[in-house]
């Protein structure tokens, strides 16, 4: 295998400043920003996702941002992949350095990983088993995943029938199991640097930034009320009243659904911005259960420290040898 391109990454939970850190240093790194973010990639949400202004991509070009509309169902890690692997050979092409930040750990793996090509959906077959399971019963179709696959298989309810059909479809169609499939996916089972399983597709220098749990939830709450101030609060009101044609990934993201009980006057505002503030609290705490298994250097950040003392430390790191 030839040399592979190099890259350098920005991780961090939502709220912790990785967006703004990479902002700052792009000019210092030569560098242009590839967001790597399951909901940045939507077009019109903006606010609740707190993409980079039109006045931050003037200065700094941006990748794989408003991709698709949030209309759009099919959207999968592997097409993210695409994206970004065309914007990174792009920047690289014009002698300029890829400075990938967000938060969406999936589409990390995809990319330095690699990912199971799973085949295209087959309606026929969909069909046929979807009549199966109408006539002998979901625990008759499940069985038969258990026999083929029982790892998969324990992962899922019987009554779950959209995935026991995956299941199937990709056995059927491939010979291989949804199971077997993962298992490609084992680069990241280590915190230790370096500790992985295949080959990875990139070379790569990796900072997290890693704010006290404290600290961290103070800063999601200054956030979301930054954000309301922004008019989250109409841009939440557009996804609701779109929801009859918007793809459910959009719908179910954090930052408009806690909103929709109080379109639907079941709650007041305050509690559905303090349903927002606890829920992004949970996501933010998922994310660093995640990023704690990648080989990545910490950068331990505290109270009082500036955009420009975070900054300085990121580039020491990313620049050291």
């Known amino acids: 295998m030839g040399e592979k391109n190099e890259i350098y990454i920005i991780l961090g939970p939502t709220a912790s400043g990785k967006e703004s850190a990479a902002f700052a240093i792009a000019h210092t790194l030569g560098a242009e920003i590839i967001s790597v973010d399951s909901m940045k990639i939507y077009k019109t949400l903006d606010i609740g996702t707190a993409k980079a202004t039109n006045e931050m991509r003037e200065k700094v070009p941006h990748h794989c941002l408003d991709i698709i509309p949030p ?31 967000g938060g969406t750990a999936l589409y990390y793996k995809g990319l330095l990983e690699g990912i199971f090509e799973a085949p295209p959906k087959d309606m026929a077959l969909r069909e046929e088993l979807n009549y199966f399971a109408q006539e002998n019963g979901n625990e008759a179709l499940y069985k038969r995943l258990l026999d083929l696959d029982p790892v998969s298989a324990g992962k899922y309810h019987p009554n779950d029938l959209r995935r026991v059909i995956r299941a199937l479809e990709v056995i059927t169609l491939t ?9 490609q996916w084992s680069g990241f089972h280590s915190e230790a640097a370096g500790n992985f399983q295949g080959e990875l597709r990139y070379d790569f220098k990796m900072v997290m930034l890693d704010w006290q749990r404290p600290l961290l939830y103070n800063r999601i709450e200054e956030r979301v009320d930054i954000m309301m101030d922004k008019g ?22 954090v930052g408009y659904k806690e909103f929709f ?26 994310q660093c259960t995640w990023f704690r298994k990648f080989p990545c250097q910490r950068i331990s950040l505290s109270e009082g420290m500036s955009k420009d003392d975070i900054s300085s430390l990121i580039f020491e790191r990313m620049t050291c040898h």
């Open 71 to 101: 209309t759009f169902a099919d959207f999968s890690v592997g097409a993210y992949v695409e994206f970004a692997d065309s914007a990174i050979n792009d920047i690289i092409s014009r002698g300029k350095k890829p400075l990938l930040s």
């Open 232 to 253: 989250l609060l109409n841009e939440a009101e557009y996804v609701y009243h779109n929801s009859e044609t918007f793809a459910r990934t959009p719908l179910q993201a």
């Open 175 to 183: 010979g291989k199991a949804v199971s077997d499939s993962r298992n």
């Open 261 to 286: 009980p109080y379109f639907e006057n079941k709650e007041s505002l305050e509690e559905a911005v303090d349903t927002l503030k606890k829920n992004t609290r949970h996501l933010a705490k998922s």
